[in-house]
């Protein structure tokens, strides 16, 4: 099992931006996908974006595309998501995942463990 711990949230202003980590133990970091997901209040839980293990291939929900950006560094177990221009709707609780399947996937049925989620609230 793998624990992860998501840090960064906060309040913001439209337009803003904000830099979510996502620190791992438990597994081989470094061979695992990662994945950022996000539940707004009575939404489902949607994917926003996802890494391979070495950092060579990042997939993107279209909503995020061209603002987020995903980034990880193994030799520190962390997952990163650069938040740029951030606008209202982007509004949820963020959470990280890891996934053993190798593949970059885009449902949350894919990943097997979770974070706790960090809190974004971005204001108009």
């Known amino acids: 099992q793998v624990q992860l711990v998501e840090s960064g949230g906060g309040l913001v202003q439209a337009g803003d931006s904000l830099r979510l980590s996502c620190v791992a133990t438990?597994?081989?970091?470094?061979?695992?996908?990662m994945g950022w997901f996000r539940q707004a209040p009575g939404k489902e839980r949607e994917f926003v974006s996802g890494?391979?293990?070495?950092?060579?291939?990042?997939s993107y929900a279209d909503s995020v595309k061209d603002r987020f950006t995903i980034s990880r560094d193994n030799s520190k177990n962390t997952v990163y998501l650069q938040m740029n221009s951030l606008k209202p709707e982007d509004t949820a609780v963020y959470y990280c995942?890891?996934?053993?399947?190798?593949?970059?996937?885009?449902?949350?049925?894919?990943?097997?463990?979770w974070g706790q989620g960090t809190q974004v609230i971005v204001s108009s």
């Open positions: 995942a890891v996934s053993s399947t190798g593949r970059l996937l885009s449902y949350a049925g894919a990943y097997e463990d």
């Open positions: 438990g597994r081989a970091f470094s061979r695992s996908v």
């Open positions: 890494i391979s293990g070495n950092g060579g291939f990042r």
